[in-house]
Structure formats: C-alpha cells, structure tokens
C-alpha cells in the first residue's frame, strides 16, 4: 500500500469489524429523521463491514464503498449485497460519478501509523504524514457532500477546524473522538500535547 498508493494513502492497515461505530451511526440515522434514498460514501470501507453496518442504519439508502487496497475491494465484491450497494476503487473520478452525497464516512482513515506514533513519541508528523495531505483530503470530501449533509470525520490525527473549509461547516451535537487514546497533532503538524475534545460529526452549511 505504501510503496504502489504513496501520494494517495492515508492509512495503511485494513482493521475493521461490524457495527465499530454505533453511536456515531445512530446519530447520522436520527439526522435524516427516515429520509428516503439518501446517498451514502463510506471512504476507505476496508473489507466491507462498514458498508454493511450502515446498511442497517440506512435501510433505503445508496451506499458506495470507496478502497484504495485492491486486496480488500476484492473481498468487498464478494459480499452478499442488495443492489443499492456498489463497491468501487477509490478514485476521485470514479467517487464523481456517483456523487454528489448526503453523508460521507470517513473512519479511521485519516491516519498514518497511529500506535507507532505514539508508541515512539514522534512529536512532528511532517516528513511521516503532514498536516497538507490530510487538509487536502478534506478539500476534496467537501467538494462532494451536497448542502445540510454531514462529513463524518472520526479516529484521525488532525481536526477538520484546521482546515480551510471549516468555516462552511458545524458540530452536530457533541459527538466526539475522546476514545481516541493515539497523539492528535496540530496545523503545523506538531503534537498537541493537551488536546481539546475532538468532534466527529459536521453539518455543511453551504457550497
């Protein structure tokens, strides 16, 4: 993944499981108060258990599964799925298509390399993942999410309010990532060491 995906990996493990994230999901579910058909992207959906997850959360809904390892989105197309769900490689160009969306999932993506960072007391994340590469990311999430639709950005090490497209967005209430044990790291990419609470879940406000 490092070697063929470097200018476009984020995090480079595949760990997942069902239902990882229930009262995030919930919260997102509640948003859209049984909205029909909404159009949904989990980002980096590993081997598939978030997209099924969010099935049950969504039951209506058109949910793409966006992965960059080819591994993983082998194991994706080989799930037992409705045909409101479609796995895709995740490229800009192919996400485009099937945009633009209600909600956008992000989990546990945004990250490089979390427990060795910490388990080394890196203190700058600059030459390993810099603050640009995920404030890109952002950018490009944000060009898809349709006005009043939510970003979900959880378990990462930097904060979409450092960003320069946080003005256009709002805390849905407090949900946060407090759980997250791993070193979260400022616009400098420079460690914080007595980080604020961190939100997860964003309304966009406009275009």
Avoid: W
């Amino acid at each position: 993944m490092q070697i063929l995906n470097s200018k476009n990996v984020h995090q480079t493990t595949s760990l997942t499981y069902m239902n990882r994230y229930p009262e995030i999901f919930s919260a997102c579910s509640n948003y859209f108060d049984g909205k029909q058909d909404l159009k949904i992207l989990s980002y980096g959906c590993s081997t598939g258990e978030e997209v099924l997850s969010l099935r049950k959360y969504f039951p209506t809904a058109h949910i793409i599964g966006a992965e960059i390892n080819k591994h993983s989105l082998a194991i994706c197309r080989k799930l037992s799925v409705d045909d409101k769900i479609t796995f895709l490689y995740s490229r800009l160009g192919e996400i485009q298509k099937h945009g633009n969306f209600d909600a956008i999932f992000c989990m546990a993506v945004l990250q490089r390399k979390p427990h060795y960072i910490g388990a080394k007391g890196i203190s700058s994340l600059k030459k390993i993942y810099p603050f640009e590469k995920f404030e890109q990311q952002i950018i490009k999430l944000d060009e898809l999410i349709n006005p009043k639709g939510l970003l979900i950005v959880h378990f990462t090490q930097y904060s979409l309010r450092d960003t320069i497209v946080a003005s256009k967005y709002e805390a849905l209430g407090n949900y946060n990532q407090d759980d997250y044990s791993l070193p979260v790291f400022d616009k400098y990419s420079n460690l914080i060491k007595n980080p604020l609470s961190q939100n997860s879940i964003f309304i966009k406000l406009h275009k």
